[in-house]
Nanobody, 121 residues
Framework: QVHLVESGGDLVQPGGSLRLSCAAS????????MAWYRQAPGEQRELVAT???????NYEDSVKGRFTISRDNAKNTVDLQMNSLKPEDTAVYYC???????????????WGQGTQVTVSS
């Protein structure tokens, strides 16, 4: 009932920048928390950044000062601006959204399909 579409993943050189975007659609009444996760090969999925409906943000320590998460509540979108990228940022990045459905008023959690970010020279 809630569909997430991610975009923006690419191959970039170390020190470069990328902007990931995620758009949510479907029977959405309200979105509360939005987040980006990432999963590198052979590793567990880890939380990268979160943003609440009020705009409060939190970041994983290794991306603080380099990544910025933002959202547009009117468009149900969340972006991740990634600067000063490092090879260790290479991973599949996933969008995660939590909120309420219009049809039932029940809560939902949805995941995007993932977008590949590769940082390499």
């Amino acid at each position: 009932q809630v569909h997430l579409v991610e975009s923006g993943g690419d191959l970039v050189q170390p020190g470069g920048s990328l902007r990931l975007s995620c758009a949510a659609s479907g029977s959405i009444f309200r979105i509360f928390d939005m987040a980006w996760y990432r999963q590198a090969p052979g590793e567990q999925r880890e939380l990268v950044a979160t943003i609440t409906i009020g705009g409060s943000t939190n970041y994983e320590d290794s991306v603080k000062g380099r990544f910025t998460i933002s959202r547009d509540n009117a468009k149900n979108t969340v972006d991740l601006q990634m600067n000063s990228l490092k090879p260790e940022d290479t991973a599949v990045y996933y969008c995660n959204v939590k909120g309420l459905l219009t049809s039932t008023g029940t809560s939902f959690t949805s995941w995007g399909q993932g977008t590949q970010v590769t940082v390499s020279s």
